[in-house]
């Protein structure tokens, strides 16, 4: 299975070069460069706790009733303390590129995340798509992270 995995990625890939990924397949940015949702439900990085990533060095699912909206997405926190953290100075939390995949950025892509795939580097967040793409990302972080502020805002349009 894996291996079929691994072929599917490659494949999606090389045939949507140029292109981004539909904004269903997208979990946290729509091309406006507001936050939306995965699968549509308005939930940004796939319900799981920003800040946790930073307090607890680990991802954590957040629960509805410690949430907060903030740029056209619900973001869920596993504590109130951590959705107040997060309301004080949200840009500090939210992952980098809107929550898209760091390295697919770098390479040209806005695709989707998984939430247990990440890296904080100088304070900041970055997601990644796979465990696959998480490795290839942690061979030249400072390179791809150049790249991918070259051409984020240019991916939005």
Not at 3 to 11: F, P, S, V, Y
Not at 79 to 97: G, I, N, R, S, V
Not at 124 to 137: P, S
Request: glycine content about 8%; some cysteine.
């Amino acid at each position: 299975m894996k291996l079929l995995t691994r072929i599917a990625i490659t494949l999606l890939f090389v045939f949507t070069a140029g292109q981004t990924l539909a904004a269903s397949e997208v979990n946290t940015l729509d091309k406006e460069g507001l936050l939306s949702s995965y699968e549509e439900t308005g939930i940004a990085i796939r319900g799981y706790d920003t800040v946790a990533y930073f307090t607890q060095g680990k991802p954590v699912e957040g629960k509805p009733e410690h949430s907060i909206d903030w740029r056209g997405a619900t973001w869920l926190f596993s504590t109130q303390e951590h959705a107040e953290l997060f309301d004080a100075e949200p840009e500090k939390y939210a992952p980098q590129y809107g929550g898209y995949c760091a390295y697919g950025v770098a390479q040209g892509y806005l695709v989707k995340i998984e939430p247990d795939q990440w890296s904080i580097v100088d304070n900041k967040l970055y997601l990644n798509y796979d465990r696959g793409v998480q490795k290839k990302w942690v061979k030249d972080i400072p390179g791809f992270i150049t790249k991918a502020n070259d051409q984020f805002s240019a991916l939005l349009k």
